[in-house]
């Protein structure tokens, strides 16, 4: 089983940066992404990067302003995210999950705890 554990979440103001991490443990999955919602809204997925080769999708939302990246020696994810708007305000989730690797939740079967991002103007 694998366990997520995500940081790097704080509060930063409109065209601000901030770098997620998410720090897995456990069996090394196929793919890992990043989800967020915010309050009174569904799930979204953000990005999912593939484990192996390197592969990347993004939601049309953050293209161009987030980038996925990992270090499989640290099974460590992350998420840099720049240009940052008020409607990224959300917890951020990393997950994982061994399928058709995409933005697409249904594909990933465990879940970290979330960091909060706030984006103010």
């Known amino acids: 089983q694998v366990q997520l554990v995500e940081s790097g979440g704080g509060s930063v103001q409109v065209g601000g940066s901030l770098r997620l991490s998410c720090a897995a443990s456990?069996?090394?999955?196929?793919?890992m992404g990043w989800f967020r919602q915010a309050p009174g809204k569904e799930r979204e997925g953000v990005a999912a990067?593939?484990?192996?080769?390197?592969?990347?999708y993004y939601s049309v939302s953050v293209a161009g302003r987030f980038t996925i990246s990992r270090d499989n020696a640290k099974k460590t994810l992350y998420l840099q995210m720049n240009s940052l708007k008020p409607e990224d305000t959300a917890m951020y989730y990393c997950?994982?999950?061994?399928?058709?690797?995409?933005?697409?939740?249904?594909?990933?079967?465990?879940w970290g705890q979330g960091t909060q991002v706030t984006v103010s103007s």
């Open positions: 997950a994982a999950g061994n399928s058709y690797c995409s933005t697409y939740g249904k594909y990933f079967g465990h």
């Open positions: 456990g069996y090394t999955y196929s793919c």
């Open positions: 990067i593939a484990t192996a080769g390197g592969s990347t």
